[in-house]
């Protein structure tokens, strides 16, 4: 099972070899990534410490999706968030 720098740095790869893209995208991506790392680093029980977990995150059904974001200020954190969340979905996690 990956660990979850492990997930980050391959995300970070990934991105890093991308091109055509404002690389603004990307690093938001890795910046919220980052975040959620350190959530569940911080947060959860260490047999929950897991890029599964992280996913998870992602992955709350759409009225908890909803909830979840309205803290949220604007339209370009919620694009990251659903465009991290493709990626890792995308790649396995």
């Given amino acids: ?7 980050v740095n391959e995300l970070e ?8 893209r404002d690389p ?3 690093q938001a991506e890795i ?6 790392v350190s959530y569940v680093k911080e ?3 260490a047999e929950k410490q897991n890029p599964d977990e992280v996913l998870k995150i992602l992955l709350v059904n759409e ?5 979840l974001l309205a803290d949220i200020p604007n339209d370009i ?15 396995g996690r």
Avoid: H, Y
């Fill in 13 to 20: 790869t990934t991105i890093g070899a991308e091109t055509g």
């Fill in 43 to 45: 947060a959860r029980p």
């Fill in 63 to 67: 009225g908890n999706l909803n909830n």
């Fill in 1 to 7: 099972m990956k660990t979850l720098d492990t997930m």
């Fill in 24 to 26: 603004f995208w990307g």
């Fill in 77 to 91: 954190a919620r694009a990251v968030f659903a465009s991290l969340r493709t990626r890792l979905i995308r790649q």
């Fill in 31 to 36: 910046k919220l990534l980052r975040a959620l």
